[in-house]
């Protein structure tokens, strides 16, 4: 059987490097096209030589349209707007699209549903193993504990980072809420400033913490009466995000088209 062939959007970024090294490193998968946006510097540059492989001469480029059609899937951890028309791209060609991408909108979500039914995807707010087994602990701790214990999440991410809370930090929450059985969005609590009153029961708290190069920590924690109980995770290298799109995009060459997490990709999801 051939090696899936792989693009990496966003081929540039740091991100992106760390894909590309992630696919060198893996079996059953070969780079085949490199993106970035219009206008980039980058553009024409061997993706490999930049992040640090020997090997393959891949010329990064602009044109999503023309690679695509010589893939089998994308991995993308890029910005909403480029992921939504990757999407549509990815959709229309029937391959995998692995999406690392956050911050997106009710309208973006949307958007990858209807691709979705054309394209296999599989989007996660975090792809390392070590964060989807932490989110698992924290629907089921969440489920076993009662309104008595609050819960409250921290992350702390590099100050290049552009939006917030993260997307594994609202992973998590999402996981407390699945646990509670209730609807994030009705519960979450994003920021507190000035006289804001007594917590209420129920709620699901988010602290941001921005600054230098952090790569992500997060922690979720559980405090009820004379107790606390915490649940952790530290990144330590890009790496491991990498590995697991490479790790999705082969677990997604055999499903149907459809929206699955890395829940789906790890077995995780009944857990």
Request: hydrophobic content about 45%; proline content about 3%.
């Amino acid at each position: 059987m051939s090696d899936m062939r792989l693009i990496v959007a966003g081929a540039g970024g740091r991100m992106g490097r760390a894909l590309i090294r992630a696919i060198a490193d893996a079996k059953g998968v070969t780079l085949s096209g490199a993106l970035e946006e219009p206008g980039s510097p980058l553009v024409g540059r061997n993706a490999s030589e930049l992040a640090g492989v020997g090997g393959q001469d891949i010329p990064i480029t602009d044109d999503a349209e023309t690679v695509i059609g010589d893939a089998d899937g994308i991995i993308d951890f890029t910005i909403p707007k480029a992921t939504v028309a990757l999407a549509g791209l990815a959709a229309k060609a029937g391959i995998v699209h692995v999406i690392g991408t956050t911050g997106l909108s009710a309208q973006d979500e949307a958007a990858l549903a209807e691709a979705a039914k054309k394209a296999t995807i599989v989007r996660s707010g975090n792809m390392s193993l070590g964060v989807n087994l932490l989110a698992a602990l924290v629907k089921r701790v969440a489920k076993t504990l009662d309104e008595e214990f609050d819960i409250e999440i921290v992350e702390m991410h590099h100050n290049k980072k552009i939006d917030a809370p993260s997307g594994t930090a609202l992973l998590l929450g999402r996981a407390a809420a699945e646990g509670r059985n209730v609807d994030l969005d009705k519960t979450s609590v994003r920021s507190r400033d000035g006289h804001t009153g007594a917590r209420k029961a129920g709620d699901i708290g988010f602290a941001t913490l921005r600054g230098g190069t952090v790569v992500g920590d997060h922690s979720v924690i559980f405090a009820g009466p004379s107790e606390r109980i915490e649940l952790s995770h530290r990144a330590e290298d890009r790496m491991i995000f990498a590995r697991g799109a490479v790790r999705a995009a082969l677990w997604a060459k055999g499903q149907k088209p459809g929206l699955y997490s890395m829940m789906d990709v790890l077995g995780l999801k009944d857990v």
